[in-house]
C-alpha cells in the first residue's frame, strides 16, 4: 500500500488506522496457525465507514479482509495478498432484542456468548453454539455458517439469520431478507451472503431468529466397547424418535489421549463414548432421557451415567470438554478437519479412520457431532519430520475423498478459506466452481474482498 | 533477539482467541496487542528476527497487567505471565529498563534498605513530590502532574514503619516467620501490625522477618533481572537460616512470588533450587494460616451485624486465581465477621494496579480500579476485604476518586477486630 492509500484511509479512520508493525503483527494470524502480514489494519465503526472503506478500495485498488476474532480455522480472515484487515471489533453493540417478534439486532462484531447471555436473561434462547461462541463473533459466525454441538436438533447459523445488512464488493449497501418467519421475496440473498466466507460482502448488521429458552436440560454420558456400538446406538436413539439436543462422540483414540492426561474413571474395556443432552420441558426431558438410555443398553452400552443439576452434568462433560487441551500433548501440530458423512455412514467412516491411520502410520485422534454426522479428524504430527508431515497430508487428502464418496462433504463448519481450497472441486465440480466465480464476479467485480480465499489459486503462500 | 525458552513457551500458543475474550485490559484497547495472543505473536516475530525494533516489542510487552486470567482460561496451558516476565526480562537485557521504570525503581519501591531511607527523608521528600489534597479519610496525597499521569491518592507515609516500630527482641525469634511485605510494613504499618498480632493469637512463636528484602515482584515484572535476582537471593539465604516451619505472607502477590515465580527461575540444577523449594514449601498465605493454625476457632461467635453484608472479599488475581486461595479467605470472614459478610458482585473483577501497570498507564489503570470499586458499591458493598498489597493500595486510591465513603481493608484487620471482642 503506498502513502497516498494509507492517507485516503487515514481520512476515513482518524486513530482507527493502524499501520504500526506490531498491529499488523497482531493481525496477520487465525486459528489455522499460518501467517500473512497486511498492510494496515482498520476499525470502522459503522457501516458507513465500511462502505467508504471498500469504495476507496474500488478506486484504489487494494484487498479488503473482514476480520472478526480471528479464531478461524481455515484461514478465512488471514490477508493472504496483503492490504487492509478491516477488524469489526470496534462494531459490538446488540441494538434491539424484539421480545414480541422474537429477533435480535445485532452489530457483527458482537460475541456471540454475550448475545446468547443477553437473551438467556430474559428467557430467549440464540441456539448456535460453536465450541468458540465465548470468543468468536456473530459476523464471523455468519460468514462461516458456524455450526456446533446442538446443530442436531436447533440447526445451525444459517438456521437464525433472518435479515443482513452488507457492504458488497462493489461498495454498495444492500438489505437482504425480511423479520418475519416468512418470505419469498425474491432470490435468498440472506443465504447467499452466510457462508460467504467475506469474500461477496462486508456484513454490517444481522437480524437473528430467537426462540424461547427450554426450561431443562439432562446430560447423559454412555460408555461403549466400540465405535461400531455407539453408531450403533446414534441410529437406535434416532429410531426411538428422539432428537437430543446434543450427541458427541468420542472414539478410542480421543478417550486415550484425554485419560494420558487427567484420570477419568470409566468402566474397563470402554472404546468408544456418547455424550447426549436433551432439553425441553422438565417432564418430557426426563421421559426422553429415560428412551435414550434404554436405546444405549440395547446397544451394548458398558453404562449410561445421567445428571440433571449443573454440577453433575458439568462432571459429564469433562471427558469431552478436556480432548482438546489433551490432544496438545500427542504431537506439536494437528491437522484439525471437520468432515461430515451421512449419520448412517458414521461407523464406516471410523472404520475407515482406522485403516488410514496404519496405513499412514500417523497419529489420529477423532471425536465429534455424532447426531449430524460431523466428525472432527486430527492428525497429529510433531511437525519436524517432514515425512510425517507428507503422510499425514496424504491422509487428509484421502479423508476428504472418502467423506466426499460417502455421500458428505469436505468441511462441516470451518469453511474453506485456504486451507481446503485445493480439494474443493472434489466436492462441488468444474460447474459448481465455474457457478460460485460468476457470482462472486457480480458481488466483487473487482476482486477486492478477501482475495485468495474459497477458490483454489497458486500463489498464496505464507511467510 | 534469539532465545529458545521463549521460543518453545510461545509454541505452545494454538492461537485460538480464548483469552482476548477474557483479557482485563483489552476491553480498554480494543485491540488483539492488548491481549495474550497479540503478545504472543508479537514476541514469536521479535524472536525469529522479523521484528528489528525492540523498543517497540518492548512496549508490548509492557502493556499488560499480569492479572493471569487469559493463563487460566487458556486451553493450552501457555505459561504466559511467565512468557512475560522472561520476555521483559531478554528485551531489558538488550535495551534496559523502560524509563518509566528507573522511576518506579529510584523513587517508588526502592529495594531492601532503601524505603527505610526514603522515609526518614519522609516529610520532606513527601513535600517536594507530593501535593497535598483534602480527602475524607485521613490524609492523602497526589503526584503532581509532571511526574506522573496524575490524579493519583496515595497514602502518606507513616512516621514509623511496623517493622521499625516493633520493640528490641520484640518478634525476634520463633518457627513462624512472619513476611509482612514493603507495602504493609512502609505504608500501612496498620495491617502489618494487625497480621503480626492475630498470626500470634494461634499461640506459637512468632517471629517478622526483620531482614526481608523486597520480594523482587515489582522488579521482575520489569525485566530487571538483575535487581530481582539481588533480592531474591538476599532472601533466600536468610530464610533457609532462619529455618522456619511455616512463613505466613499477608500479601498474596508476595506469596505468589515465593510460591512460583522463584521456583520456577531455579528449577533443578540451579545453585539456588533447593533454597526456593525449602521456602516455597514453607510459604502460606495470611487466611490459610488463620485457619490451620486455629486462630479461626478462638474467635467469638460473631454478633449479627448491624448491617448485613456489607462487607465483601476481592479476589486477587495472584492470591484467589493464581494461586486458588479464595475459600479460605471467606471461611476466615465468615467467622470474623458473620453475616456482615456476603458475596461481593464483581469479586473477580481485577483492581487494574497491575504491579507496575499502574505507573505505566493510570488513566487506564484507573478505569479499571473505578469499575472495580463502583460494581461493589452497586451491590451494596461498604467494605472491601482483600489480602494482597497491591490491591489494598489501588482500591483505597479507586474509592477516595468515586466511592468515598467505601473503605478498604486487608483481612486481618477484621480478625483482629473480632480477635478484641474476645477479650
Ligand atoms: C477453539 C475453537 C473452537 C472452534 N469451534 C468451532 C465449532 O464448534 N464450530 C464452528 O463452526 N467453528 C468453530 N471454530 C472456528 C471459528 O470459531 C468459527 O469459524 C467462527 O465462526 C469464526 O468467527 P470469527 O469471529 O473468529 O471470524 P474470523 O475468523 O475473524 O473470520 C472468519 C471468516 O469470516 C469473515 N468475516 C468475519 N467477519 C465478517 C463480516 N462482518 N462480514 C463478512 N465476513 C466476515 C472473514 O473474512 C473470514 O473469512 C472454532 C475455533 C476455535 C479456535
Ligand atoms: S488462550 Fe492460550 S492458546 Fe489460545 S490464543 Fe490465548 S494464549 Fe494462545
Ligand atoms: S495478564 Fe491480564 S491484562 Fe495481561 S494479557 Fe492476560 S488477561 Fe490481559
Redesign the interface.
Known amino acids: 500500500m503506498d502513502k497516498t492509500t494509507l492517507s485516503a484511509l487515514g481520512e476515513i479512520l482518524g486513530d482507527r488506522l493502524?499501520t504500526?508493525?506490531?498491529?499488523r503483527?497482531?493481525?496477520?494470524?487465525?486459528?489455522?496457525?499460518k501467517?500473512f502480514l497486511p498492510d494496515a489494519?482498520g476499525?470502522p465503526g459503522d457501516a458507513a465507514e465500511v462502505q467508504r472503506i471498500v469504495q476507496l478500495a474500488n478506486r484504489l485498488r487494494f484487498p479488503v479482509v473482514p476480520r472478526g476474532?480471528?479464531?478461524g480455522f481455515s484461514g478465512g480472515s488471514l490477508p493472504v495478498h496483503g492490504g487492509l484487515v478491516l477488524s469489526t471489533?470496534?462494531m459490538d453493540r446488540i441494538l434491539a432484542i424484539d421480545t414480541e417478534n422474537l429477533y435480535a439486532v445485532v452489530e457483527p462484531g458482537v460475541?456471540t456468548?454475550a448475545l446468547k447471555e443477553e437473551v438467556r436473561k430474559i428467557g430467549l434462547f440464540y441456539p448456535p453454539d460453536p465450541a468458540?461462541l465465548?470468543?468468536?463473533t456473530i459476523g464471523g459466525n455468519i460468514a462461516e455458517c458456524a455450526g456446533g454441538m446442538c446443530a442436531v436438533k436447533y440447526g445451525v447459523t444459517r438456521d437464525y439469520v433472518l435479515a443482513l445488512e452488507a457492504v458488497l464488493g462493489t461498495g454498495e449497501l444492500v438489505r437482504t431478507g425480511v423479520v418475519t418467519m416468512k418470505g419469498v421475496a425474491g432470490y435468498d440473498l440472506t443465504r447467499m451472503l452466510v457462508g460467504s466466507e467475506g469474500t461477496l460482502g462486508i456484513i454490517t448488521k444481522a437480524t437473528l431468529k430467537l426462540i424461547p429458552l427450554p426450561e431443562s436440560v439432562t446430560t447423559l454420558l454412555a460408555l461403549f466397547p466400540s465405535n461400531r456400538h455407539s453408531a450403533d446406538a446414534v441410529n437406535a436413539i434416532v429410531a426411538a424418535r428422539v432428537t437430543p439436543a446434543a450427541m458427541e462422540l468420542m472414539d478410542r483414540t480421543a478417550i486415550d489421549t484425554v485419560r494420558e492426561t487427567i484420570p477419568v474413571d470409566l468402566p474397563e474395556g470402554t472404546r468408544s463414548a456418547l455424550l447426549i443432552e436433551v432439553d425441553g420441558q422438565e417432564l418430557a426431558v426426563a421421559r426422553e432421557a429415560d428412551r435414550i438410555a434404554e436405546a444405549c443398553r440395547s446397544r451394548g452400552a458398558l453404562e449410561v451415567r445421567r445428571a440433571s443439576d449443573a454440577k453433575g452434568r458439568d462432571g459429564l462433560w469433562t471427558l469431552r470438554r478436556s480432548i482438546?487441551?489433551a490432544l496438545?500433548r500427542v504431537g506439536?501440530v494437528?491437522m484439525n478437519e471437520d468432515i461430515v458423512v451421512p449419520r448412517s455412514r458414521l461407523a464406516d467412516m471410523f472404520d475407515f479412520l482406522a485403516d488410514l491411520a496404519a496405513r499412514k502410520r500417523v497419529t489420529n485422534v477423532n471425536f465429534g457431532h455424532a447426531g449430524d454426522g460431523n466428525v472432527h479428524v486430527n492428525f497429529m504430527v510433531s511437525g519436524t519430520d517432514p515425512d510425517e508431515t507428507r503422510r499425514a497430508e496424504e491422509a487428509v487428502e484421502e479423508v476428504f475423498r472418502a467423506a466426499v464418496e460417502m455421500g458428505g462433504t469436505i468441511t462441516g463448519e470451518h469453511g474453506v478459506g485456504i486451507i481446503k481450497a485445493p480439494f474443493l472441486e472434489m466436492e462441488v465440480g468444474p460447474m459448481g466452481i465455474s457457478v460460485m466465480k460468476r457470482l462472486k464476479n457480480c458481488f466483487d467485480p473487482n476482486g477486492i474482498l478477501n482475495p485468495g480465499k474459497i477458490f483454489p489459486e497458486e500463489a498464496a503462500t505464507a511467510h | 533477539m534469539k532465545d529458545d525458552e521463549l521460543k518453545e513457551m510461545a509454541?505452545?500458543c494454538?492461537?485460538?482467541?480464548?483469552c482476548?475474550?477474557v483479557c482485563t485490559l483489552y476491553p480498554h484497547r480494543?485491540?488483539?496487542?492488548s491481549a495474550a495472543?497479540?503478545k504472543v505473536?508479537?514476541l514469536e516475530?521479535a524472536l525469529s528476527g522479523?521484528?528489528k525494533?525492540t523498543a517497540?516489542?518492548q512496549e508490548?510487552m509492557a502493556d499488560c497487567l499480569l492479572c493471569g486470567r487469559c493463563e487460566r482460561e487458556c486451553?493450552?496451558?501457555v505459561l504466559y505471565e511467565e512468557l512475560v516476565m522472561k520476555a521483559r526480562a531478554a528485551l531489558a537485557d538488550e535495551v534496559g529498563v523502560p524509563a518509566w521504570k528507573s522511576i518506579l525503581f529510584g523513587k517508588v519501591m526502592p529495594r531492601d534498605g532503601r524505603m527505610r531511607a526514603l522515609r526518614k527523608a519522609g516529610a520532606a521528600a513527601a513535600r517536594l513530590l507530593l501535593k497535598k489534597v483534602p480527602s475524607g479519610s485521613g490524609l492523602h496525597y497526589r503526584f503532581p502532574a509532571e511526574f506522573l499521569t496524575g490524579g493519583r491518592t496515595i497514602p502518606q507515609l507513616p512516621a514509623k514503619g511496623f517493622i521499625e516500630s516493633l520493640g528490641k527482641g520484640e518478634a525476634a525469634s520463633g518457627d513462624v516467620l512472619l513476611f509482612v511485605g514493603c507495602v504493609f510494613d512502609h505504608f500501612y504499618p496498620e495491617v502489618g501490625r494487625a497480621a503480626y498480632e492475630t498470626v500470634k493469637a494461634s499461640g506459637r512463636e512468632v517471629a517478622v522477618f526483620r531482614e526481608a528484602a523486597c520480594c523482587g515482584l515489582p522488579a521482575l515484572v520489569s525485566g530487571d533481572r538483575e535487581s530481582a535476582l539481588e533480592n531474591i537471593g538476599a532472601n533466600l539465604r536468610r530464610l533457609r537460616e532462619a529455618a522456619p516451619e511455616t512463613i505466613v505472607f499477608p500479601c498474596g502477590s508476595c506469596l505468589l512470588m515465593f510460591k512460583r515465580n522463584i521456583p520456577s527461575l531455579f528449577k533443578e540444577g540451579h545453585p539456588l533450587h533447593e533454597d526456593a523449594a525449602f521456602v516455597a514449601e514453607r510459604a502460606t498465605d495470611y487466611a490459610s494460616f488463620i485457619l490451620d493454625s486455629g486462630v479461626v476457632d478462638r474467635l467469638p461467635e460473631p454478633p449479627p451485624a448491624e448491617r448485613p453484608g456489607e462487607i465483601g472479599y476481592h479476589d486477587s488475581c495472584h492470591l484467589t486465581g493464581t494461586l486458588g486461595k479464595g475459600p479460605e479467605a471467606r471461611r476466615v470472614l465468615e467467622r470474623a465477621v458473620g453475616d456482615a459478610f456476603a458475596e461481593m458482585k464483581g469479586a473477580d473483577l481485577c483492581c487494574g494496579y497491575g504491579g507496575t501497570f499502574n505507573i505505566r498507564d493510570y488513566p487506564t489503570s484507573s478505569k479499571i480500579g473505578e469499575n472495580k470499586v463502583k460494581v461493589a458499591a452497586s451491590g451494596g458493598t461498604k467494605v472491601i476485604a482483600a489480602g494482597c498489597s497491591g490491591c489494598v493500595l489501588q482500591m483505597r486510591d479507586m474509592a477516595a476518586r468515586v466511592e468515598p465513603s467505601m473503605r478498604v481493608v486487608h483481612i486481618a484487620e477484621l480478625v483482629r477486630r473480632a480477635l478484641a471482642r474476645a477479650k
Do not use: H, M, Q
Not at chain 1, 504500526?20 to 498491529?23: A, G, V
Not at chain 1, 503483527?25 to 496457525?33: G, K, V
Not at chain 2, 494454538?14 to 480464548?18: L, P, Q, S
Not at chain 2, 480494543?30 to 496487542?33: C, G, H, I, L, Q
Open positions: 493502524r504500526d508493525f506490531e498491529t503483527t497482531a493481525y496477520s494470524f487465525d486459528a489455522l496457525r501467517k489494519v476499525f476474532a480471528g479464531t471489533e470496534r460475541l456468548g468458540s465465548k470468543f468468536s482438546s487441551p496438545r506439536a494437528k | 509454541g505452545l494454538a492461537k485460538c482467541g480464548t482476548r475474550a480494543r485491540t488483539e496487542n495472543r497479540g505473536v508479537i516475530s522479523e521484528d525494533d517497540a516489542v508490548a486451553p493450552n496451558l
